[in-house]
């Protein structure tokens, strides 16, 4: 008897730690991780003159190549780690023609607004990759915990965890990759 393949979401605004959690999670679990930042930093290769900023055409191509990505590994029944921020109105349309060719496990980061503002800042001097994104600015700060506090998350009826990143993992990484492997068993 085969089983459907699980399809792991990583939700949470920037700065939450999605990508490095999602990273760990794929490890553990033995699957592909699909990044939707990494997707736009491969495509800005093409576009050495490219300038990000909100909406910008990069953005607006990543989206649909990000899912066509999901479907393709999904309809060939790999259990794959989709990772995104999968605010609710953007992304939900994208993930719900998904629903019937998997399981689907939400495991969403959270932080305290302030330290994920940290968090970019600290990246942005750091990774060469982050100018393909519209990373808020040093005097962004206010206007960017106030987005992150409007944070509308991924609402899909489908079994979710929690996972506060501030340091380490709460909870620990065993216990959301237990969760994640959950998926397709039958209770005794």
């Known amino acids: ?31 592909p ?7 736009k930093e491969g495509m800005m290769h093409a576009v050495p003159e ?20 999901l479907g393709l590994l999904v309809k060939a029944r790999v259990t794959t780690l989709a990772e995104a921020t999968f605010q609710d109105r953007v992304w939900r349309s994208g993930l719900e ?9 939400i495991v969403h980061c959270t932080v305290e607004p302030e330290l994920a503002f940290q968090r970019i800042q600290r990246r942005r001097q750091d990774e060469r990759t ?10 962004d700060a206010a206007e ?3 987005s992150y506090r409007a944070f509308e998350r991924l609402s899909i009826d489908a079994p979710s965890i929690e996972v506060d990143t501030s340091d380490g ?7 959301i990759v237990a969760f994640v492997n959950a998926a397709g068993k039958r209770p005794f």
């Not at 008897?1 to 679990?29: E, N, Y």
């Not at 991780?33 to 997707?39: H, K, M």
């Not at 982050?130 to 005097?139: G, I, M, N, V, Y």
């Not at 993992?169 to 216990?175: E, F």
């Open 97 to 105: 023609p998904l629903r019937e060719l998997v399981q689907l496990r």
């Open 33 to 39: 991780a699909v990044c939707r930042d990494e997707i």
């Open 169 to 175: 993992y709460r909870p620990k990484l065993g216990q």
């Open 130 to 139: 982050r100018r393909a994104h519209a990373d808020p600015e040093l005097s």
């Open 50 to 69: 490219f300038v990000p900023g909100p909406g910008d055409e990069l953005t607006r191509r990543t989206l649909p190549v990000f899912f066509d990505v």
């Open 1 to 31: 008897m085969t089983r459907l393949p699980t399809l792991v979401v990583v939700s949470g605004p920037a700065g939450a730690g999605k990508t490095t959690l999602a990273h760990k999670i794929a490890q553990a679990v033995g699957c």
């Open 144 to 146: 960017y915990v106030a």
